[in-house]
């Protein structure tokens, strides 16, 4: 564990002081502030918090909106893309050596419903979210189940551990269904499309092709990998199909972007039977043109998180191989600068913003 400075400031006289960073509903941005070291339950782990990523979800709460006012019971510490080192264990835990690099699954599920008594915890009907619902990771310390920890490969970049989260996001959605030798076509090239564009190219698709309407996300798919980055606010996807002497449409889809016009780019695109994976969350309900999905007999499939532990083990697999994601950062702040690493991302021409701990 780090060397702590005892502190009697906010009342936790003689107890070791670290950061938080903390929203509060009633104020502007977060609050970085001094909290004691958290102790771990007998099932839990204490992880010492190395390189964190923020995720749009941060970016709900510290904007405040409906969501996240309906949803967070803060004041909250934020946070759930992170790797560290483990600090300590609770006394039901065993396995697990101080030091080790490690980060987490950001669902915490209930270990009760029927999903997950039968294994399958990805689908559980009560998950409860690190940093949204639970104390999050942007903090020296975070503490998660047991059950959550996720070790890493012995020699990984901290950085590319701490996007695990995202990243799994992205491998869950590109490897739903096969793609090699296919045509994909990835709606969105935010931080996720565009590590969904890198996988795909290494599982080995024929043509990655990625959309978006902001410059700066669809000049860094190329730098990802893919075959063509399309911005549909000025070109067409049929043209594009030409170019890539496309018979039929795209064989897979990948929607990351949220956005309905994305789904109209895919239902009019897509090949007779093509699978469609949905990531992206739309704000609204919209409608969709289903008499396309009945009569060209598409499959759809709504994805949401990390297979556990699947996914992970694909997310490995597909480092060891030498898949390279590293391209998607583009910014890094210490953790005091939080308010500027918050209001880079909102200005959205970035790919994923880092906040170091350590
Ligand atoms: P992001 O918001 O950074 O990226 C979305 C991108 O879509 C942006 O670059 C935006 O410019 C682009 N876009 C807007 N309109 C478009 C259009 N018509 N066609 C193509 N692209 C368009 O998001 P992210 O962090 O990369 O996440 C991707 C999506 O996945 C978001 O909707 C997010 O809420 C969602 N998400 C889902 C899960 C899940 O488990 N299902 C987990 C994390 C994120
Ligand atoms: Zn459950």
């Known amino acids: 564990m780090v060397a702590h400075t005892a ?3 906010d009342g936790y006289r003689d107890q070791p002081i670290v950061r938080a960073l903390v929203k509060y509903p009633d104020e ?3 609050r970085l502030e001094d909290v004691p070291v958290p102790e771990p339950g007998p099932d839990e782990v204490l992880i010492e918090v190395h390189t964190t990523g923020i995720c749009g979800t941060d970016l709900h709460i510290y904007e405040w909106d409906d969501w996240a006012q309906a949803t967070v019971p ?46 399958r915890r990805h689908l559980c009907q009560h998950p409860r979210g690190l940093g949204v619902d639970i104390p999050g990771a942007f903090a020296d310390y975070v503490i998660v189940p047991k059950t959550n920890v996720w070790r890493h490969l012995d020699d990984i970049d901290m950085e590319i551990a701490a996007l695990f989260d ?3 996001n992205a491998v869950h959605t590109a490897l739903k269904y096969p793609v090699f030798g296919e045509d994909v076509l990835i709606t969105g090239a935010g931080p996720i499309g565009l590590m969904a564009a890198a996988v795909v190219k290494h599982a080995g698709a024929r043509n990655t092709v990625v ?38 449409g795209f064989d897979v ?16 695109n897509t090949i007779h039977g093509a699978n469609i994976a949905l990531l992206g969350i739309p704000s609204e309900p919209y409608p969709i043109d289903w008499s396309t999905v009945i009569f060209n ?15 992970w083990y694909k997310m490995n697999v597909l480092i060891e191989s030498g898949l390279d994601i590293s391209p998607v950062i583009t910014h890094r702040f210490p953790a005091e600068d939080h308010a500027n690493a918050f209001s880079t991302l909102q200005r959205a021409d970035t790919g994923k913003v880092i906040l170091n701990w350590r």
């Open 297 to 311: 007999m598409l499959n759809i499939k709504g994805i949401y998180g990390r297979e556990m532990y699947d996914t």
């Open 211 to 248: 959309t978006d309407v902001n410059a700066y996300r669809l000049d860094l798919a190329m730098r990802m990998g893919a075959t063509r980055a399309v911005n549909v606010a000025t070109e067409s996807l049929e043209q594009v199909q030409k170019e890539l002497d496309m018979l039929e």
């Open 253 to 268: 889809a990948l929607e990351m972007s949220g956005n309905p016009a994305a789904m109209t780019d895919i239902l009019a």
């Open 74 to 119: 803060a004041p909250m510490t934020i946070g759930h893309e992170f790797s560290g080192h483990i600090a300590s264990v609770g006394s039901n835990v065993s396995g697990f050596v101080e030091g080790e690099v490690v980060g987490a699954e950001g669902h915490v599920v209930c270990a009760h419903c029927r999903n997950c008594l039968a294994g």
């Open 7 to 9: 502190c009697v400031r």
């Open 28 to 30: 502007q941005g977060l």
């Open 166 to 168: 995202p990243f799994g």
